[in-house]
């Protein structure tokens, strides 16, 4: 505690989760410590907004924000941060946290994702810490286990990701068996948000198509459509995270949505709202499909309902519009259509976007019109050239 305050320390910070995660906290009135690594060029675009509070205070006790480096990689980097800071509660959501790259990077997946918790709970005990502890769990862990899925679920991961983030959650279970450390799950199933990863399936269908309307591109390139996911969004997630650290015992519990969807209709619900048909801009390419792939996720978040009161109010249709909109507001911003830093709604974005919509399948029928066009001249140049000829020729010939 610093002046009656709580201290939150919070790995993977920079992250989607970790930006929205310290905005919630400080607006709860929390002390927060963020963890980022070093990087050839800032990672900390996610937060920057909140660093004011560096510029004022320094890194002093009084200063409500700041980062700190270290790795979850280097232990002793991890032992210094937990020494310095005496943390009430720890946040761990650092993680190699693609699972197509897991496949093309395992041993450092493995390392950050697997090794990563056990070091922090290994100092936590060690440095007799009376903190609780957050670890970021995932769907990804249970696998080709049929939906729906909940914490009974039988977890059978088949990607470096989802191995490593199940040894990850057994070692939260047993540092809270073995020592008596409040170490709590959160088995988060997909989300998603404006500030979700680039090369995550929501967020580069959402971009794509910002880009395909102000001009900037005019395909998408993905792997597997039929995939379904449970997808919510991340803002309302990370306040399950504390949720689960405010129970008056330490558990694990599921949080999602209750509902899925193939990404193929992701591709739908996105492109309908501009009344253009997704196939005409989606191509598929192997690079992107995986060695194995989870077919099906279905959250039961009942328990975190029942025992929390968390409930997600986001669904499908709302993050697929929400992201569009946003998506749209920085191309549009960027490009000029739009005016810059000014609050509009929403539907301002997506009714902009539909105006583009329809000059862009005004343009494509055009272009469509001129390829038959000259489909046909070349027809009539080679029928003059003897087409013709050669048909009756045949006929004579029998
Ligand atoms: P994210 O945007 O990829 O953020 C991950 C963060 O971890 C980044 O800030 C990253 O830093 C940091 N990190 C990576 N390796 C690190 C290392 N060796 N040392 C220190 N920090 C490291 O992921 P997210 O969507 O916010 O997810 C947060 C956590 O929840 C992750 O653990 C993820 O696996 C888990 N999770 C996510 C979902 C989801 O759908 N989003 C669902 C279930 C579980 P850089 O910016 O430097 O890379
Ligand atoms: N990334 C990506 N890129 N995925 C694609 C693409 C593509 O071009 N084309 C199809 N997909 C499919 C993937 O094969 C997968 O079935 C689905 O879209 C979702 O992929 P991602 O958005 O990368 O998410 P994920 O489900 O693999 O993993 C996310 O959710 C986990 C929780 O279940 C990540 O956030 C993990 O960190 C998280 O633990």
């Known amino acids: 505690m610093i002046n009656g305050k709580k201290v939150a320390l919070i790995f993977g910070i920079g992250g989607q989760d970790g930006s929205y995660l310290a905005e919630f906290l400080l607006s709860k009135g ?30 002093t006790p009084a200063s409500p924000f700041y980062l700190l480096y270290g790795d979850l990689a280097d232990s002793t980097s991890i032992r210094n941060i937990l020494e310095e800071i005496l943390p009430d509660e720890v946040y761990n959501l650092g993680a190699q946290s693609h699972v197509g790259i897991s496949f093309q990077n395992p041993e450092s997946t493995m390392n950050f994702n697997a090794l990563g918790p056990l070091r922090i709970l290994e100092a936590i005990k060690d440095l007799k810490l009376k903190c609780k502890y957050y670890q970021a769990s995932s769907s990804e862990m249970f696998g080709i286990s049929p939906p729906p899925q909940n914490e009974d679920t039988t977890m059978l991961p088949i990607s470096p990701y989802g191995i490593a983030k199940l040894a990850g959650y057994h070692l939260t279970r047993m540092y809270r068996k073995a020592y008596g450390i409040f170490a709590c799950n959160g088995i988060l199933f997909n989300h998603e948000s404006p500030r ?17 309307l102000v001009g900037n591109r005019e395909k998408i390139v993905l792997g597997n459509l039929d995939a379904k996911r449970d997808w919510g969004f991340s803002k309302e997630y990370v306040q399950a995270m504390w949720h689960i650290l405010q129970h008056d015992k330490p558990d694990d519990f599921v949080v999602a949505t209750k509902e899925t969807h193939t990404v193929r209709e992701f591709l739908e619900e996105a492109f309908n709202i501009f009344g253009l048909n997704w196939k005409d801009f989606v191509e598929i390419s192997d690079n992107y499909k995986r060695p194995a792939e989870v077919p099906a996720l279905l959250g039961d978040a009942s328990k975190a309902l029942k025992t929390l009161n968390w409930e997600p109010k986001t669904k499908f249709k709302d993050l697929v519009r929400l992201m569009l909109a946003a998506d749209l507001k920085e191309k549009m911003q960027e ?64």
């Open 196 to 212: 979700r990863g680039l090369n995550f399936v929501t967020k580069k269908i959402t971009r794509s198509i910002a880009d395909i």
């Open 335 to 398: 490009k000029g259509i739009a005016p810059m830093g000014e609050d509009k709604s929403d539907e301002y974005y997506l009714d902009l976007g539909k105006e583009l919509a329809q000059k862009l399948a005004g343009q494509k029928k055009e272009k469509k019109v001129e390829g038959l066009l000259e489909s046909l001249e070349g027809l009539k140049k080679e029928f003059s050239a003897g087409v013709i000829e050669g048909i009756v020729n045949q006929l004579k010939n029998g």
């Open 30 to 59: 929390y002390v927060v410590r963020g963890v980022v690594r070093r990087a050839s060029f800032p990672n900390t675009k996610r937060i920057d907004h909140l660093d004011i509070y560096d510029d004022k205070y320094g890194k």
